[in-house]
C-alpha cells in the first residue's frame, strides 16, 4: 500500500498557472508504480487527465489538456507533479492522485485499474 498527499489546489483565474504536488509514502520501490492525476467536477464522473511511469518517466495525456499540462516526477522526493499552464474554466474540479502496480507497461486511464488515492485538492478556475 502507498499513501498519497495532493497538494497545490486554489482558485485563479482563466490563462494562469498552478502546480500540483502528490507525494507518495510507505511501500516502495516507488519505481514500480503507475502514477496518476484524475480529476472529478460536481455532478460528473471521475475522469482521467494525465498518468507517468514512474520507472521511465513515459507520460500519458487525455486530449482536453494535451498541450496545457505537463506530468511529471521527483524520484529524490517520491513526488509526482501536474503543472498545469493556460488553464480554463471547464478545468474546475477535485484533483486526484493516483497509484497502481499492476505490473503492466501500459498507461492506465481508468480509475478502477489504479488502488490507491489520495484526498484530493480543489481547483477552481474563473472566467
Known amino acids: 500500500q502507498v499513501q498519497l498527499v495532493e497538494s497545490g489546489g486554489g482558485l485563479v483565474q482563466a490563462g494562469d498557472s498552478l502546480r500540483l504536488s502528490c507525494a507518495a509514502s510507505?511501500?516502495?520501490?516507488?519505481?514500480?508504480?503507475?502514477m496518476g492525476w484524475f480529476r472529478q467536477a460536481p455532478g460528473k464522473e471521475r475522469e482521467f487527465v494525465a498518468a507517468?511511469?514512474?520507472?521511465?518517466?513515459?507520460?500519458r495525456y487525455a486530449d482536453s489538456v494535451k498541450g496545457r499540462f505537463t506530468i511529471s516526477r521527483d524520484n529524490a522526493k517520491s513526488t509526482v507533479f501536474l503543472q498545469m499552464d493556460g488553464m480554463k474554466p471547464e478545468d474546475t474540479a477535485v484533483y486526484y492522485c493516483?497509484?497502481?502496480?499492476?505490473?503492466?507497461?501500459?498507461?492506465?486511464?481508468?480509475?478502477?485499474?489504479?488502488?490507491?488515492w489520495g484526498q484530493g485538492t480543489q481547483v477552481t478556475v474563473s472566467a
Open positions: 507517468i511511469r514512474w520507472s521511465v518517466g513515459r507520460t
Open positions: 493516483s497509484a497502481e502496480r499492476t505490473g503492466t507497461y501500459d498507461l492506465l486511464t481508468t480509475p478502477g485499474a489504479y488502488d490507491n
Open positions: 510507505g511501500r516502495g520501490p516507488f519505481s514500480g508504480y503507475g
